[in-house]
């Protein structure tokens, strides 16, 4: 690769995961999609760099905020959301390697991911513009967690964005969370749907041809964007957090939009 590609891979990796912490997205979404727009890897790859960085991220998050106990696990709903995350991970990742295997084209899957990531990202959008307006629900059955952990694990292992916006909707509107908590929950399922669909990558050792120093900056970036976002996450109120998420919304679906074009051509 040139050499410009380390430090370019560095800093999105970095940005991402700063506003990722922030908003409890993962990075992710901000990620994939960026990387796609690059065209510097195949879509296999740029997934497989993608998950990793957000794993680095959330792990450190998590394992950060339970240490200094700052954030707290809610066992009637962190617990069962990460259940069903685990295994949605397993199953987005076989999904993913599938429609691979479909199509002769690899660039067809980067379509269908652009245009799944788009739609998911303006559903996330309108729903935050107008959540006040809309009444939350109060969800209080693990099996109903499980299988909503499910439905998130699978869409964030096959997008590869780790969880991204659709996790704070779900947290919003079915658990009536605010918005840094479900900010910290969201983190916490993203973890356990990305560990699951690194871990199954490495079973069935379908791991993709990679750079191995960009995955190495990518990850350095992923952690460093978790220390600075928690600390960002602090200082600021649930309104800024609000208004940075549906800026960053409105980027990603242009870049989707884009994307979408540009791999279907």
Known sequence: MDLWIYPAFFIISLLASII????????GVII???????????????????GC?????????????????????????????AIGAVVGGIAGKKLFTYCVSVFPNADRVGAIQAVCLGFVTLGTLLYTIFKNKITGKHVTSPVVGIFLGLALGIMSSFLGIGGGPINLVVLFYFYSMETKKAARSSLYVILFSQAASFIITL????????????LLVMVIGGIGGG??????????????????????????ILICVYNAIRFSV
Request: with cysteine; proline share 4%; hydrophobic share 45%.
């Open 20 to 27: 990722g912490a922030i908003c409890g997205i993962g990075g």
């Open 203 to 214: 079973v069935e050792k379908s791991v993709p041809e990679f750079d191995w120093i960009c």
């Open 53 to 81: 960085t957000v794993l680095s991220m959330s792990c450190y998050s998590v394992v950060k905020g339970i240490l200094s106990k700052e954030q707290k696990i809610d066992m009637k709903v962190d617990m069962p959301l």
């Open 227 to 252: 220390v600075l976002g928690r600390k960002i996450n602090k200082k600021i109120p649930g309104s800024t957090v609000d208004k940075l998420f549906m800026g960053l919304m409105g980027v990603i």
């Open 32 to 50: 994939k999609p960026t990387l796609d727009l690059f065209g510097v890897a195949s879509v296999k790859t740029i997934s497989f760099l993608s």
